[in-house]
C-alpha cells in the first residue's frame, strides 16, 4: 500500500540505535528523507542506511538542555529547508530504589525523556503552524501502566509523555497536526540489555505473544501513524506495539494447560 510518505522530511531522536533505527528503516523504505540525532558523531546507523538508499542525515546532539534541543530542531529545519514530520524517540532509563532516588539520576531522565520531547514539539510546532500541516510521533512505553521496583523516574517520565501526547494533540489538530504515540512493550536493545536471564524469563512470561519485539515492527507502525494516506483521521491515539503486554493476564495456568483447554474445546 503506497503511504504517500516519499519526499517528506522527517527528524528522528536516537535514530542511530535500536526501535529508533527501526522507525528510520521502515521510514527510508518509505522514501523519507531523514535526519537521526544522536550524541555519537559517526553512527554506525548511518553508514546502513545510506547503504539502503536511504538520503540521511545526522545531527550530533546531547538533549540534557532545552537550548541543545532547540538548536537541533533548528539546524533540521535548515538543513532539509523545512520539516514534515517528528518523531521523539530518545530516552534512558536509570535504576534507583526510591528510597535511593538521586538528584542527578532523576533530572537526567527527567531532562532527556520528557523535557527534550516538550522543547523539540515546541520548536516543531511553530514550524508546523506556519505550514498547516505536519505529524509527530511519541516514543511511550508500557512501563506507563503498571509500576515496577527500583525505576520511579523512567515510569513517571513515560507517564508524562502520554499526558503531554494528548495535550498537544488537542492543541494542534485545528491546524492539521497530527499528534500520536506508540507504546513499545519489551524489545531486545541496548535500553533492555543490562537485564538478567532470570528477568527476561520472568519478562517473556509477562507477554501473551511470548517473544520480545523486534524494532522494525514499531517501523511499521510508525509509518502507518506518520502517513497522511493511511491514518489521515487519527490523532491522540496511543498504539500498543507490545505483543499483548499490556493485557496483563493473570499467570493462574501454564501455556500448556492453556493449550491443553482449547485442544480439548476443539475436540467436541
Ligand atoms: N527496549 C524496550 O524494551 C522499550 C520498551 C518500551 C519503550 N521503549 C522506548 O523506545 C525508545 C528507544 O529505546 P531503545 O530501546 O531503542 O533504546 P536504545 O537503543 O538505547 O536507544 C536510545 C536512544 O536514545 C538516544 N539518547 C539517549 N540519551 C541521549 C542524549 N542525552 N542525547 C541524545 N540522544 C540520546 C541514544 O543515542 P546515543 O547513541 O547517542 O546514546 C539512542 O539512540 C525509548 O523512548 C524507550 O523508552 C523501549
Known amino acids: 500500500m503506497d503511504t504517500r510518505l516519499q519526499g517528506q522530511r522527517c ?44 538520503e540521511v542525515e545526522l545531527i550530533q546532539v546531547d538533549l540534557r538542555t532545552e537550548a541543545a534541543v532547540a538548536e537541533m530542531v533548528q539546524r533540521a529545519i535548515r538543513r532539509w529547508d523545512g520539516l514534515d514530520l517528528y518523531v521523539n524517540n530518545a530516552a534512558i532509563a536509570r535504576h534507583e530504589p526510591v528510597t535511593r532516588v538521586t538528584a542527578q539520576a532523576f533530572h537526567e531522565v527527567m531532562d532527556i525523556n520528557l523535557g527534550a520531547c516538550v522543547w523539540a514539539c515546541r520548536e516543531v510546532c511553530r514550524h508546523m503552524l506556519h505550514r498547516r500541516a505536519g505529524n509527530i510521533l511519541i516514543i511511550g512505553s508500557t512501563v506507563r501502566i503498571c509500576p515496577a521496583y527500583g525505576e520511579a523516574a523512567y515510569r513517571i517520565s513515560k507517564m508524562g509523555l502520554k499526558m503531554y501526547m494528548e495535550t498537544l494533540a488537542v492543541e494542534m489538530a485545528p491546524f492539521g ?84 483447554l482449547n485442544q480439548s474445546g476443539l475436540e467436541k
Open 11 to 54: 527528524l528522528i531522536t536516537g535514530g542511530n540505535s535500536g526501535i529508533g533505527l527501526g522507525i528510520a528503516k521502515a521510514l527510508a523504505q518509505e522514501g523519507v528523507r531523514l535526519i537521526i540525532a544522536s550524541r555519537d558523531d559517526y553512527p554506525q546507523a548511518l553508514v546502513e542506511l545510506r547503504a539502503m538508499g536511504a
Open 177 to 260: 497536526i497530527r499528534v500520536n504515540m506508540i507504546t513499545p512493550g519489551y524489545f531486545s536493545t541496548r535500553l533492555t540489555a543490562g537485564m538478567s536471564a532470570r528477568h527476561q524469563a520472568l519478562q517473556l512470561r509477562e507477554i501473551p505473544l511470548r517473544r520480545p519485539g523486534v524494532p522494525g515492527e514499531c517501523g511499521y507502525a510508525a509509518a502507518f501513524l506518520l502517513s497522511d494516506r493511511l491514518s489521515s483521521y487519527v490523532t491522540g491515539a496511543d498504539l500498543l506495539v507490545d505483543g499483548g503486554l499490556a493485557l496483563r493476564p493473570l499467570k493462574l495456568i501454564e501455556d500448556q494447560e492453556i493449550l491443553a
